[in-house]
């Protein structure tokens, strides 16, 4: 498993220029012992870029630093994740039409579209994170995105 990550810190290095961190090895069942690669980036990054599977061991990707203002919420209650959720996709659409100019002078790519911008922030594939979304929206397992 070291080796593995001593191959991922070396492959993924170029991204740490950008903001990667990467942390270790972590566990994602400690029960179970198995074994994950963390990793920090800032919120401004383009999560695509990260894999989701390294040899064999899932990679964590966690954000570090501040979040956009469309992404503060109100965490003096307990309870408070029983009203809001912080990954709601209408935050990052909202923050992407907000910020598409300095996302993509950020992610140094001026030709990104709004799509392509929405997927690099959300943990690489809009689409799928929304969809999951709505579902436990359905369920009951998360709160419904109201605007404040």
């Known amino acids: 498993m070291y080796d593995s990550l001593k191959r991922f810190d070396k492959k993924y290095t170029p991204l740490k220029k950008m903001g990667l961190r990467i ?32 040899e064999g061991l899932d990679v964590r990707s966690k954000i570090s630093g501040e979040l956009p203002p469309e992404f503060n919420i109100n965490r003096d209650r307990e309870d408070w994740k029983e009203f809001e959720y912080v990954w709601a996709p209408e935050r990052f659409e909202k923050f ?24 690099a922030l959300c943990f690489g594939n809009f689409d799928l994170h929304k969809e999951k979304t709505l579902r436990l929206i359905e369920e009951g397992k998360l709160p419904a995105y109201t605007e404040v």
């Open 23 to 54: 942390t270790g090895l972590g566990f994602a069942d400690a029960r179970k012992k198995v074994h994950v690669i963390e990793v920090q980036r800032p919120f401004m990054f383009d999560s695509r870029l990260i894999p989701k599977r390294f």
């Open 96 to 119: 992407v039409d907000r910020c598409s100019k300095e996302i993509r002078e950020q992610l140094k790519n001026p030709e990104m579209t709004r799509e392509e911008m929405l997927s």
